[in-house]
């Protein structure tokens, strides 16, 4: 049961960021469990929900990234904000975030050379 709550709270989430964006158009990146590495732009918001993410060093997120559980590292660009609420962030050395870093619990590193344009 533990594992379906989150699912429930994204599935009650969805209509309301539908109307969300330009023209009505929301895009969002789920990520929950297991290895993943985004070698591609994300082209929205990333939403992690556990597992462990790798944001390569070419890779972008145009949107937001929302973190409540796992292991995340940025050795690429957010764009938008990063709201983390548990688990683990790390910033590589060529690591940008344009937004702000809202930090809520969990371990936060960076690298010297990681960039945050936020507060």
Same mark, same amino acid.
Request: proline share 4%; glycine share 16%.
């Given at each position: 049961? =533990? ?84 688990? =683990? ?6 690591? =940008? ?23």
């Amino acid at each position: 049961m =533990r594992s379906f709550k989150p699912v429930l709270l994204l599935i009650l989430l969805l209509p309301l960021l539908a109307g969300c964006g330009a023209e009505g158009l929301y895009s969002l990146t789920v990520v929950s469990d297991g290895q993943h590495e985004l070698a591609r732009d994300v082209p929205g918001d990333l939403l992690v929900l556990g597992g462990a993410v790798t944001l390569a060093e070419d890779a972008t997120v145009a949107g937001n990234v929302h973190m409540l559980l796992g292991d995340l590292l940025v050795l690429g660009e957010i764009r938008g904000d990063v709201a983390f609420l548990n688990g =683990r962030l790390r910033l590589g050395p060529a690591a =940008r975030i344009d937004g702000d870093l809202h930090l809520g619990g969990g371990a936060y590193s960076a690298e010297p050379g990681a960039v945050i344009a936020g507060r």
